[in-house]
């Protein structure tokens, strides 16, 4: 069974207008983390925003946001005022685990086109 | 304040032969973490290094190899390189205390013809 589903292959928006990427996850651990991640063409992988499982606030980066739902196992990222340089693979990942070196699975990812 | 280096960007080889991949972690990290992300997917783990030692293992076979060196850079060494070995393989370094981060350098696109 998938740990991490992303379920939008990919997504238009228009610039300016607010997007939610959507991420479910699958654990019966009580502590692990959620990280979001932007990869560009160029191939690099940006780090955005972490939530950790017993975090009682929603993470929040500058124009990004991850709507945390624990109890229907969701972490979806939000982009507010879009720009054009958003567009990219966004991956949903996960720590399973509450040691820092336990295993980071990643979703399929969702490719985003914000249109000027 | 460099971030995560990776070398060489790009690499060809042929089935059979052997790789070395070259990861330097972000200043101040001294975990490095191995990824293979083959086109159109979500990076896999390989292995996880901390003070030189693996401590975590993805599920790849032993044709993957790595190694930490005491200034936390890092090689992962494919054997045996297969059609299906074609991959970005990304490093990503971390730190073992503070804020939990883990960021990655710009990849090595490797082929196997």
């Known amino acids: 069974a998938q740990k991490i589903t992303q379920t939008q292959p990919g997504m238009f928006v228009q610039e300016k207008e607010a997007v939610t990427l959507d991420c479910t996850y699958d654990t019966s651990d009580p502590s692990y983390g959620l990280f979001w991640y932007k990869q560009p063409s160029s191939g690099e992988m940006i780090f955005l925003i972490y939530?950790?499982?017993?975090?009682?606030q929603n993470a929040t980066e500058g124009r990004y946001s991850l709507n945390f739902q624990k109890a229907r196992k969701s972490a979806n990222l939000v982009i507010s005022a879009s720009q054009l340089g958003d567009s990219a693979m966004y991956f949903c990942?996960?720590?399973?685990?509450?040691?820092?070196?336990?295993?980071?699975?990643f979703g399929k990812g969702t490719r985003l086109h914000i249109l000027p | 304040d460099a971030g995560v280096t990776q070398s060489p960007t790009h690499l060809i080889k042929t089935r059979g032969q052997q790789v070395t991949l070259r990861c330097s972690p972000k200043?101040?990290?001294?975990?490095v973490s191995w990824y293979q992300q083959a086109l159109g997917q979500g990076p896999q783990f390989i292995f996880q290094y901390y003070e030189e030692e693996e401590r975590q293992r993805g599920n790849f076979p032993d044709r993957f190899s790595g190694h930490q060196f005491p200034n936390y850079s890092s090689e992962l060494n494919v054997n045996a390189l297969l059609l299906g070995d074609s991959a970005l393989y990304l490093c990503?370094?971390?730190?073992?205390?503070?804020?939990?981060?883990?960021?990655f350098g710009p990849g090595t696109r490797l082929l196997v013809l």
């Open positions: 990503a370094s971390s730190a073992n205390t503070g804020v939990e981060t883990q960021y």
């Open positions: 939530q950790g499982s017993y975090d009682q």
């Open positions: 200043s101040g990290h001294d975990t």
């Open positions: 990942a996960m720590r399973e685990g509450p040691r820092r070196d336990d295993k980071i699975i």
